[in-house]
């Protein structure tokens, strides 16, 4: 599958921004979904996710209340919706895929999270909050 993120931007503290990520060549209504950040200097940490099963979400602590990820299958793409943003919220956004149809919620729930679970990547997007 190919993923194609966009959205990103300069933005102020307090101030919002909706990342996209459209998909092609799969079928999307399989896969796990995430979104990942990377830093400058730092590595890549998960940000949220969206199960491919009935849609349930999972987040970061940093994030967990001003962000959240939602999916439309019949579109084949996914949504960040951040607000509040903070400086700290600057980085790279990329939108991930994954495919495991066995793995039960509370499994999913570790493995979401790892981003070396992950097979496919989008090129990234670049999210800057000034201060």
């Known amino acids: 599958v190919q993923l194609q993120a966009s959205g990103g931007g300069l933005v102020q503290a307090g101030g919002s921004l909706r990342l996209s990520c459209a998909a092609s060549?799969?079928?999307?209504?399989?896969?796990?979904m995430a979104w990942f950040r990377q830093a400058p200097g730092k590595e890549r940490e998960f940000v949220a996710a969206?199960?491919?099963?009935?849609?349930?979400?999972f987040y970061a602590d940093s994030v967990k209340g001003r962000f959240t990820i939602s999916r439309d299958n019949a579109k084949n793409s996914v949504h960040l919706r951040m607000i509040s943003l903070k400086p700290e919220d600057t980085a790279v956004y990329y939108c991930?895929?994954?495919?495991?149809?066995?793995?039960?919620?509370?499994?999913?729930?570790?493995?979401?999270?790892?981003?070396?679970?992950?097979?496919?990547w989008g090129q990234g997007t670049l999210v800057t909050v000034s201060s």
């Open positions: 060549g799969g079928t999307f209504s399989s896969y796990d």
């Open positions: 969206v199960w491919w099963r009935g849609g349930t979400t």
């Open positions: 991930a895929a994954r495919r495991d149809q066995r793995a039960i919620l509370s499994v999913a729930a570790f493995k979401l999270r790892d981003r070396n679970e992950y097979e496919y």
